[in-house]
């Protein structure tokens, strides 16, 4: 059975870091695709970042802020956010995909991926 579980969300101060965890069991995420995708209060989903063997895609909302990466070894997935700011306020997301795509047609939801996490609160306020 495919799970995604997130975990690390919370309550942050503008300019400081977080980091989320995503375990995954029932599969092996070496060959998947995996990423990041938020959705704000009516505000559509938005991808934030995918990542596969070959290398990363990020949104530009979150480059130069946000880091994520995978340790196959732990079936895990990280998204490392630092300089956050209020419009980050989001739920998290982890999703992951058998055919192992990461491209900008995934963050802008023109792919869809197969398996989805519940999701984890990410709030940034003073």
């Known amino acids: 059975q495919v799970q995604l579980v997130e975990s690390g969300g919370g309550l942050v101060q503008p300019g400081g870091s977080l980091r989320l965890s995503c375990a995954a069991s029932g599969f092996t995420l070496d060959y998947y695709g995996s990423g990041w995708f938020r959705q704000a209060p009516g505000k559509e989903r938005e991808g934030v970042a995918c990542i596969i063997r070959d290398g990363t895609t990020y949104a530009d909302s979150v480059k130069g802020r946000f880091t994520i990466s995978r340790d196959i070894a732990k079936n895990t997935v990280y998204l490392q956010m630092n300089s956050l700011k209020p419009d980050d306020t989001a739920v998290y997301y982890c999703?992951?995909?058998?055919?192992?795509?990461?491209?900008?047609?995934?963050?802008?939801?023109?792919?869809?991926?197969?398996?989805w996490g519940q999701g984890t609160q990410v709030t940034v306020s003073s």
């Open positions: 999703a992951a995909d058998p055919h192992g795509i990461c491209d900008t047609e995934v963050l802008v939801n023109n792919y869809e991926y197969d398996y």
